[in-house]
């Protein structure tokens, strides 16, 4: 700031991932805000890249990509595909139903204004948390906001430690489940159910014989893979279970403690 006039220092008091984005576009005095994750860095040319965006699309909101930075290591059991997303285009236009991330987030201050900006119900706080993007993005649709992707705008987002163990990952999915459960009304309590009938059934009758017996001819094979693969879908639809009870019992001011 000493250097800088034109940078801010803004304190958030309050825990949460939500909060400290809505705190951002509350105090911002532009036009367009840029949301980036502070576990990430930037390459050279972002913000000139995303100004050309701005200067030259009719976007309401848009974002890119991110890939996984290991600065920390990788162990041998991690994906080679984790901490990377996908690209959802291969050049720049709208989105349909695929989602931005957060940590590489372009919006204009008046939709974020228009719509009240991220739920606080939702994201990281003090306990994992997950949706807020996608429903924020959902009511832009809903609202006729149009959301842009540039498949050369991205970061690199670090991998700390704490997502490189077997429990964290775990309980990723399961937290993920749980918020979609939350939030997303188009999931139906039955529905959800007979999903995780049928992935637990799946689970042990096809997924874990297979993945004993890979386990015993690929010696290069790990086992904290396997136990992924076989219980990510259970764990996902259990967690979908608990968020969609959750919201009932809150609604209904029953039970309230025990669905914590």
Known sequence: MERHSNLQY?????????RARNRGWEEARTPWLGYVDDDARVPKGFVKRALLIIENYKFDCFGGTYYA????????????????????????????????SGG???????????LGGFSVQLGMSDKLGYGEEDELQCRMLRN????????????????LPYKLKLNWQLASIYNRGKFQGIWQKKLK?????????????????????RELVLLVINKE?????????????VLLRSGQL???????FVKKTILKVFIY
């Open 144 to 159: 006729g906001f149009k959301i842009g992707y540039d498949p050369d705008l991205y970061i690199e987002h670090c991998v």
């Open 242 to 248: 608990s968020g969609k009870l959750r919201l009932f």
């Open 69 to 100: 930075w290991f600065k920390y290591g990788k162990p041998g059991w991690i994906s080679k595909d984790f901490g990377n997303k996908g690209q959802l285009r291969n050049t720049i236009g709208l989105l349909g139903k695929e989602r931005l």
């Open 104 to 114: 590489n987030f372009f919006a204009k201050r008046t939709l974020l204004s228009t």
């Open 10 to 18: 803004v304190l958030e008091p309050v825990v949460g991932l939500s």
């Open 189 to 209: 309590l039955f529905q959800i159910f007979i999903g995780l009938m049928r992935s637990t059934i799946a689970s042990i009758c096809l997924k874990l014989p």
């Open 221 to 233: 094979k790990k086992w904290q893979q396997s136990l992924i693969y076989i219980i990510e879908p």
